[in-house]
Protein backbone atom coordinates (compact mmCIF):
# COMPACT_ATOMS: atom_id res chain seq x y z
CA UNK A 1 0.00 0.00 0.00
CA UNK A 2 1.15 3.68 -0.85
CA UNK A 3 1.39 6.16 1.78
CA UNK A 4 0.86 9.53 1.78
CA UNK A 5 2.17 12.43 4.18
CA UNK A 6 -0.25 14.60 5.71
CA UNK A 7 1.03 16.74 8.54
CA UNK A 8 2.86 14.57 11.03
CA UNK A 9 0.54 11.26 9.69
CA UNK A 10 0.91 8.40 7.25
CA UNK A 11 -2.12 7.83 5.66
CA UNK A 12 -3.06 5.08 3.05
CA UNK A 13 -3.20 6.29 -0.45
CA UNK A 14 -6.64 4.61 -0.79
CA UNK A 15 -9.80 4.67 2.16
CA UNK A 16 -12.49 2.67 2.46
CA UNK A 17 -15.38 4.79 1.86
CA UNK A 18 -18.09 3.56 3.54
CA UNK A 19 -21.07 4.76 1.64
CA UNK A 20 -21.50 1.64 -0.66
CA UNK A 21 -20.81 -1.67 1.74
CA UNK A 22 -22.71 -4.67 0.64
CA UNK A 23 -26.33 -4.80 1.64
CA UNK A 24 -29.10 -7.28 1.88
CA UNK A 25 -31.54 -8.04 -1.14
CA UNK A 26 -30.87 -4.09 -2.53
CA UNK A 27 -32.14 -2.11 0.79
CA UNK A 28 -29.73 0.28 1.33
CA UNK A 29 -30.37 0.55 5.17
CA UNK A 30 -29.62 -2.88 5.99
CA UNK A 31 -26.20 -3.99 5.84
CA UNK A 32 -24.78 -7.19 4.78
CA UNK A 33 -23.10 -6.93 7.91
CA UNK A 34 -20.86 -10.61 7.75
CA UNK A 35 -19.78 -9.24 3.95
CA UNK A 36 -19.16 -6.29 5.38
CA UNK A 37 -16.93 -7.06 8.38
CA UNK A 38 -14.70 -9.25 5.79
CA UNK A 39 -14.10 -6.48 3.65
CA UNK A 40 -13.27 -4.41 6.80
CA UNK A 41 -11.25 -7.12 8.20
CA UNK A 42 -9.34 -7.27 4.42
CA UNK A 43 -8.90 -3.70 4.15
CA UNK A 44 -7.34 -3.02 8.03
CA UNK A 45 -4.81 -6.01 6.94
CA UNK A 46 -3.81 -5.04 4.00
CA UNK A 47 -2.73 -1.61 4.60
CA UNK A 48 -5.97 0.69 4.67
CA UNK A 49 -5.72 2.71 7.61
CA UNK A 50 -8.48 5.75 6.53
CA UNK A 51 -12.13 4.48 7.08
CA UNK A 52 -14.73 7.42 6.05
CA UNK A 53 -17.97 6.93 6.96
CA UNK A 54 -20.90 9.53 7.38
CA UNK A 55 -24.38 10.19 9.42
CA UNK A 56 -26.56 9.89 6.63
CA UNK A 57 -25.00 6.88 4.97
CA UNK A 58 -26.96 3.43 4.85
CA UNK A 59 -29.89 5.42 6.15
CA UNK A 60 -27.71 5.71 9.75
CA UNK A 61 -26.39 2.63 9.96
CA UNK A 62 -22.61 3.08 8.29
CA UNK A 63 -21.54 4.83 11.34
CA UNK A 64 -22.58 1.67 13.33
CA UNK A 65 -21.26 -0.82 11.53
CA UNK A 66 -17.69 1.27 11.56
CA UNK A 67 -18.28 1.25 15.10
CA UNK A 68 -19.19 -2.06 15.53
CA UNK A 69 -16.18 -3.62 13.85
CA UNK A 70 -13.74 -0.89 13.75
CA UNK A 71 -13.55 -1.27 17.65
CA UNK A 72 -11.85 -4.19 17.31
CA UNK A 73 -8.91 -2.81 16.64
CA UNK A 74 -6.21 -0.34 18.54
CA UNK A 75 -7.62 2.41 18.12
CA UNK A 76 -4.20 4.34 17.67
CA UNK A 77 -4.17 2.21 14.37
CA UNK A 78 -6.52 3.50 11.58
CA UNK A 79 -8.11 6.77 11.68
CA UNK A 80 -12.28 7.33 11.10
CA UNK A 81 -13.78 10.18 9.03
CA UNK A 82 -17.10 11.15 9.85
CA UNK A 83 -19.37 14.46 8.52
CA UNK A 84 -21.71 16.69 10.33
CA UNK A 85 -24.69 16.06 8.12
CA UNK A 86 -25.15 19.79 6.34
CA UNK A 87 -26.88 18.32 3.39
CA UNK A 88 -30.35 18.33 5.37
CA UNK A 89 -30.94 21.88 6.68
CA UNK A 90 -33.12 20.57 9.76
CA UNK A 91 -30.02 20.01 11.04
CA UNK A 92 -28.17 23.04 11.46
CA UNK A 93 -29.60 23.83 14.93
CA UNK A 94 -28.55 20.22 16.27
CA UNK A 95 -24.59 19.90 15.89
CA UNK A 96 -23.83 19.29 19.60
CA UNK A 97 -27.12 16.61 19.44
CA UNK A 98 -25.35 14.94 16.53
CA UNK A 99 -22.34 14.90 17.32
CA UNK A 100 -22.54 12.76 20.77
CA UNK A 101 -24.39 10.83 19.08
CA UNK A 102 -22.42 10.10 16.19
CA UNK A 103 -19.30 9.52 19.02
CA UNK A 104 -21.53 7.02 20.27
CA UNK A 105 -22.48 5.18 17.32
CA UNK A 106 -18.71 4.66 16.34
CA UNK A 107 -17.45 3.42 19.41
CA UNK A 108 -14.72 5.78 19.98
CA UNK A 109 -13.90 9.09 21.95
CA UNK A 110 -12.67 11.12 18.91
CA UNK A 111 -12.67 11.55 15.63
CA UNK A 112 -9.14 11.61 13.56
CA UNK A 113 -10.99 13.76 10.58
CA UNK A 114 -14.27 15.57 11.32
CA UNK A 115 -16.18 17.31 7.99
CA UNK A 116 -18.45 19.65 6.93
CA UNK A 117 -20.82 17.54 4.81
CA UNK A 118 -21.71 18.64 1.27
CA UNK A 119 -20.96 22.15 1.15
CA UNK A 120 -23.10 23.52 -2.34
CA UNK A 121 -25.76 26.38 -3.40
CA UNK A 122 -28.63 25.34 -0.98
CA UNK A 123 -26.89 24.94 2.49
CA UNK A 124 -23.99 27.36 2.36
CA UNK A 125 -25.70 30.47 4.08
CA UNK A 126 -26.73 28.02 6.85
CA UNK A 127 -23.46 26.92 6.94
CA UNK A 128 -21.67 30.62 7.32
CA UNK A 129 -25.04 31.63 9.81
CA UNK A 130 -23.26 31.72 13.10
CA UNK A 131 -27.04 31.35 14.69
CA UNK A 132 -26.19 27.60 14.25
CA UNK A 133 -22.87 27.81 16.21
CA UNK A 134 -21.56 25.05 14.08
CA UNK A 135 -18.02 26.23 13.35
CA UNK A 136 -17.77 27.37 17.19
CA UNK A 137 -18.88 24.23 18.41
CA UNK A 138 -16.53 21.85 15.81
CA UNK A 139 -13.55 24.02 17.02
CA UNK A 140 -14.57 23.80 20.64
CA UNK A 141 -14.44 20.16 19.84
CA UNK A 142 -11.12 20.11 18.18
CA UNK A 143 -9.46 22.32 21.43
CA UNK A 144 -10.73 19.10 23.28
CA UNK A 145 -9.28 16.66 21.02
CA UNK A 146 -12.52 15.23 20.06
CA UNK A 147 -11.92 16.05 16.73
CA UNK A 148 -8.16 15.74 15.67
CA UNK A 149 -8.30 17.29 11.85
CA UNK A 150 -11.27 19.47 10.35
CA UNK A 151 -12.15 19.86 7.18
CA UNK A 152 -15.02 19.90 3.89
CA UNK A 153 -16.69 18.15 1.22
CA UNK A 154 -17.85 20.14 -1.71
CA UNK A 155 -20.57 19.46 -4.50
CA UNK A 156 -20.98 23.03 -4.78
CA UNK A 157 -19.56 25.30 -7.77
CA UNK A 158 -16.21 26.62 -7.46
CA UNK A 159 -18.30 30.10 -6.17
CA UNK A 160 -19.65 28.18 -3.74
CA UNK A 161 -16.42 26.39 -2.25
CA UNK A 162 -14.57 29.94 -2.91
CA UNK A 163 -17.20 31.80 -0.44
CA UNK A 164 -16.65 28.94 2.09
CA UNK A 165 -13.06 29.08 2.08
CA UNK A 166 -13.54 33.01 2.42
CA UNK A 167 -15.48 32.38 5.69
CA UNK A 168 -13.46 29.22 6.99
CA UNK A 169 -10.49 28.70 5.23
CA UNK A 170 -8.13 29.41 7.69
CA UNK A 171 -10.33 26.59 10.07
CA UNK A 172 -10.03 24.03 7.05
CA UNK A 173 -7.21 21.38 6.83
CA UNK A 174 -8.44 19.04 3.55
CA UNK A 175 -11.16 19.79 0.98
CA UNK A 176 -13.01 16.81 -0.35
CA UNK A 177 -13.77 16.93 -4.01
CA UNK A 178 -15.76 14.80 -6.70
CA UNK A 179 -12.56 14.34 -8.88
CA UNK A 180 -12.26 12.18 -11.60
CA UNK A 181 -11.19 12.32 -15.32
CA UNK A 182 -14.77 12.37 -16.34
CA UNK A 183 -14.86 15.52 -14.33
CA UNK A 184 -11.80 17.28 -14.71
CA UNK A 185 -13.96 19.42 -17.55
CA UNK A 186 -17.50 18.81 -17.02
CA UNK A 187 -17.91 19.38 -13.60
CA UNK A 188 -15.48 21.94 -13.41
CA UNK A 189 -13.25 19.68 -11.33
CA UNK A 190 -9.93 20.79 -12.80
CA UNK A 191 -10.54 24.70 -11.49
CA UNK A 192 -12.05 23.40 -8.04
CA UNK A 193 -8.79 21.62 -7.22
CA UNK A 194 -6.61 24.02 -8.21
CA UNK A 195 -8.89 26.76 -6.06
CA UNK A 196 -8.53 24.19 -3.23
CA UNK A 197 -5.06 23.96 -4.01
CA UNK A 198 -3.96 27.83 -3.86
CA UNK A 199 -5.87 27.74 -0.74
CA UNK A 200 -3.09 25.62 0.64
CA UNK A 201 -5.04 22.63 0.84
CA UNK A 202 -4.84 18.91 0.39
CA UNK A 203 -7.10 17.14 -1.43
CA UNK A 204 -9.30 14.16 -0.79
CA UNK A 205 -11.22 12.83 -3.55
CA UNK A 206 -14.86 10.84 -3.51
CA UNK A 207 -16.26 9.35 -6.14
CA UNK A 208 -13.06 8.37 -8.31
CA UNK A 209 -14.37 6.00 -10.33
CA UNK A 210 -17.88 8.40 -10.59
CA UNK A 211 -20.23 5.86 -9.37
CA UNK A 212 -18.74 2.49 -10.84
CA UNK A 213 -19.26 4.29 -14.75
CA UNK A 214 -15.22 4.82 -15.41
CA UNK A 215 -14.90 1.29 -14.60
CA UNK A 216 -17.15 0.45 -17.42
CA UNK A 217 -16.16 2.29 -20.84
CA UNK A 218 -17.35 1.54 -23.96
CA UNK A 219 -15.62 -0.81 -25.81
CA UNK A 220 -13.68 1.28 -28.35
CA UNK A 221 -12.33 3.83 -25.36
CA UNK A 222 -11.05 0.74 -23.33
CA UNK A 223 -9.54 -0.84 -25.86
CA UNK A 224 -7.24 2.16 -26.57
CA UNK A 225 -6.43 2.23 -22.76
CA UNK A 226 -5.60 -1.06 -23.24
CA UNK A 227 -3.60 -0.28 -25.95
CA UNK A 228 -1.34 1.92 -24.07
CA UNK A 229 -1.01 0.17 -20.72
CA UNK A 230 -1.88 -3.33 -21.86
CA UNK A 231 -1.37 -4.43 -18.39
CA UNK A 232 -3.32 -1.89 -16.85
CA UNK A 233 -7.43 -2.53 -16.14
CA UNK A 234 -9.68 -0.06 -16.57
CA UNK A 235 -10.80 1.16 -13.17
CA UNK A 236 -6.83 1.83 -12.38
CA UNK A 237 -7.06 4.06 -14.96
CA UNK A 238 -9.42 6.31 -13.04
CA UNK A 239 -6.50 5.94 -9.53
CA UNK A 240 -3.51 6.43 -12.26
CA UNK A 241 -5.11 9.55 -12.96
CA UNK A 242 -5.53 10.72 -9.65
CA UNK A 243 -1.79 9.49 -8.97
CA UNK A 244 -1.20 12.54 -11.63
CA UNK A 245 -2.70 15.64 -9.99
CA UNK A 246 -0.85 17.73 -7.93
CA UNK A 247 -2.36 17.92 -4.20
CA UNK A 248 -4.07 14.27 -3.95
CA UNK A 249 -3.53 13.06 -0.50
CA UNK A 250 -6.37 10.62 0.31
CA UNK A 251 -8.75 8.68 -2.34
CA UNK A 252 -11.80 7.19 -1.29
CA UNK A 253 -13.11 4.56 -2.78
CA UNK A 254 -16.55 3.24 -2.20
CA UNK A 255 -16.68 -0.64 -2.54
CA UNK A 256 -19.31 -2.62 -2.52
CA UNK A 257 -17.63 -6.23 -2.77
CA UNK A 258 -14.57 -7.67 -1.89
CA UNK A 259 -13.48 -8.41 -5.47
CA UNK A 260 -13.27 -4.64 -6.39
CA UNK A 261 -11.68 -4.15 -2.88
CA UNK A 262 -8.80 -6.48 -3.82
CA UNK A 263 -8.21 -5.42 -6.95
CA UNK A 264 -8.40 -1.40 -6.14
CA UNK A 265 -5.94 -2.57 -3.38
CA UNK A 266 -3.33 -4.31 -5.69
CA UNK A 267 -3.74 -0.92 -7.88
CA UNK A 268 -2.52 1.17 -4.97
CA UNK A 269 0.64 -0.93 -4.74
CA UNK A 270 2.67 1.43 -5.99
CA UNK A 271 2.86 4.82 -7.88
CA UNK A 272 2.35 4.78 -11.61
CA UNK A 273 1.30 8.29 -13.01
CA UNK A 274 0.11 8.86 -15.99
CA UNK A 275 2.54 10.60 -18.81
CA UNK A 276 1.48 13.86 -20.17
CA UNK A 277 0.68 12.11 -23.49
CA UNK A 278 -1.95 9.25 -21.55
CA UNK A 279 -3.35 12.38 -19.31
CA UNK A 280 -4.11 14.05 -22.24
CA UNK A 281 -5.58 11.47 -24.49
CA UNK A 282 -7.85 10.53 -21.37
CA UNK A 283 -9.01 13.53 -20.97
CA UNK A 284 -9.93 13.75 -24.36
CA UNK A 285 -11.87 10.51 -24.36
CA UNK A 286 -13.69 11.82 -21.35
CA UNK A 287 -14.72 14.78 -22.91
CA UNK A 288 -15.72 12.92 -26.14
CA UNK A 289 -18.26 10.80 -24.17
CA UNK A 290 -19.91 13.32 -22.25
CA UNK A 291 -20.31 15.11 -25.49
CA UNK A 292 -21.92 11.91 -26.74
CA UNK A 293 -24.63 11.95 -24.32
CA UNK A 294 -25.39 15.69 -23.93
CA UNK A 295 -26.79 18.45 -25.28
CA UNK A 296 -23.88 20.99 -27.16
CA UNK A 297 -25.08 24.21 -25.30
CA UNK A 298 -21.85 26.79 -25.12
CA UNK A 299 -22.96 28.76 -22.94
CA UNK A 300 -23.89 32.05 -25.08
CA UNK A 301 -27.30 33.05 -23.06
CA UNK A 302 -28.59 34.31 -26.14
CA UNK A 303 -31.80 31.98 -24.99
CA UNK A 304 -32.05 33.75 -21.67
CA UNK A 305 -32.57 37.21 -22.99
CA UNK A 306 -35.50 35.74 -24.80
CA UNK A 307 -37.67 33.55 -22.17
CA UNK A 308 -40.39 35.26 -21.11
CA UNK A 309 -40.33 33.25 -17.73
CA UNK A 310 -36.48 34.78 -17.25
CA UNK A 311 -35.09 30.93 -16.82
CA UNK A 312 -31.40 29.74 -16.57
CA UNK A 313 -31.22 28.14 -19.59
CA UNK A 314 -27.60 27.49 -19.66
CA UNK A 315 -27.43 26.16 -16.41
CA UNK A 316 -30.48 24.14 -16.86
CA UNK A 317 -28.94 22.34 -19.45
CA UNK A 318 -25.51 21.50 -17.97
CA UNK A 319 -27.53 20.14 -14.76
CA UNK A 320 -29.66 18.25 -17.74
CA UNK A 321 -26.33 17.19 -19.31
CA UNK A 322 -25.26 15.61 -15.99
CA UNK A 323 -28.30 13.83 -15.20
CA UNK A 324 -28.60 12.35 -18.72
CA UNK A 325 -24.77 11.62 -19.04
CA UNK A 326 -24.19 9.77 -15.75
CA UNK A 327 -27.62 7.79 -15.29
CA UNK A 328 -29.34 9.62 -12.47
CA UNK A 329 -27.66 10.65 -8.95
CA UNK A 330 -28.23 13.44 -6.76
CA UNK A 331 -26.73 16.46 -8.16
CA UNK A 332 -28.51 17.48 -10.60
CA UNK A 333 -31.65 17.66 -8.34
CA UNK A 334 -29.84 19.01 -5.33
CA UNK A 335 -28.62 22.01 -7.24
CA UNK A 336 -32.19 22.41 -8.97
CA UNK A 337 -33.73 21.82 -5.68
CA UNK A 338 -31.20 24.92 -4.43
CA UNK A 339 -32.99 27.06 -6.57
CA UNK A 340 -35.59 29.61 -6.21
CA UNK A 341 -38.91 27.85 -7.72
CA UNK A 342 -39.43 29.75 -10.25
CA UNK A 343 -35.78 29.28 -11.90
CA UNK A 344 -36.96 25.31 -12.06
CA UNK A 345 -37.65 23.34 -15.53
CA UNK A 346 -41.14 22.66 -14.47
CA UNK A 347 -42.04 26.35 -14.90
CA UNK A 348 -41.09 26.72 -18.97
CA UNK A 349 -43.73 27.58 -20.90
CA UNK A 350 -43.05 25.91 -24.22
CA UNK A 351 -43.18 29.25 -26.20
CA UNK A 352 -39.79 28.36 -28.24
CA UNK A 353 -38.61 32.05 -28.02
CA UNK A 354 -35.68 30.27 -26.91
CA UNK A 355 -35.28 27.77 -29.61
CA UNK A 356 -35.08 30.50 -32.12
CA UNK A 357 -32.33 32.57 -31.40
CA UNK A 358 -30.34 28.92 -30.13
CA UNK A 359 -27.27 28.89 -32.67
CA UNK A 360 -26.67 24.97 -31.82
CA UNK A 361 -30.40 24.54 -32.68
CA UNK A 362 -31.26 22.54 -29.15
CA UNK A 363 -35.12 21.78 -29.02
CA UNK A 364 -34.83 23.82 -25.46
CA UNK A 365 -38.53 22.96 -25.02
CA UNK A 366 -38.32 19.49 -25.04
CA UNK A 367 -35.12 19.64 -22.91
CA UNK A 368 -36.96 21.23 -20.36
CA UNK A 369 -39.90 18.82 -20.18
CA UNK A 370 -37.94 15.80 -19.73
CA UNK A 371 -35.79 17.10 -17.42
CA UNK A 372 -38.86 18.24 -15.18
CA UNK A 373 -40.42 14.69 -15.64
CA UNK A 374 -36.78 13.26 -14.22
CA UNK A 375 -36.32 15.20 -11.31
CA UNK A 376 -40.04 15.63 -10.24
CA UNK A 377 -39.29 19.74 -10.24
Known sequence: MIYRTFQNLQLSGLGLGMMRLPVVDGKDGQIDEKAAAEMIDYAYQNGINYFDTAWGYHDGHSELTAGKYLSRYPRESYMLATKFPGYDNSNMGKVKEIFEKQLEKCQTEYFDFY??????????????NPEFGIMDYLLEQKKNGR??????SAHGSKAVIRRFLEAYGEHMEFCQLQLNYMDWHF????????????????????????????ANLPEEAANELRSMRPAESIPAWAFRFLQTIPGVTMVLSGMSNMEQLKENIAVWEKDAPLTQKEFDRLIEIADEETRKGGLPCTACHYCTSHCPKELPIPELIALYNEHKITGGGFIAPMAVGSMPESSRPANCIGCRSCEQVCPQQIKISEMMSEFSAMIGM
Open 115 to 128: LFHNVYEGNIDDYL
Open 147 to 152: IRHLGF
Open 187 to 214: QDAKEKAELVSEAGLPIWVMEPLRGGKL
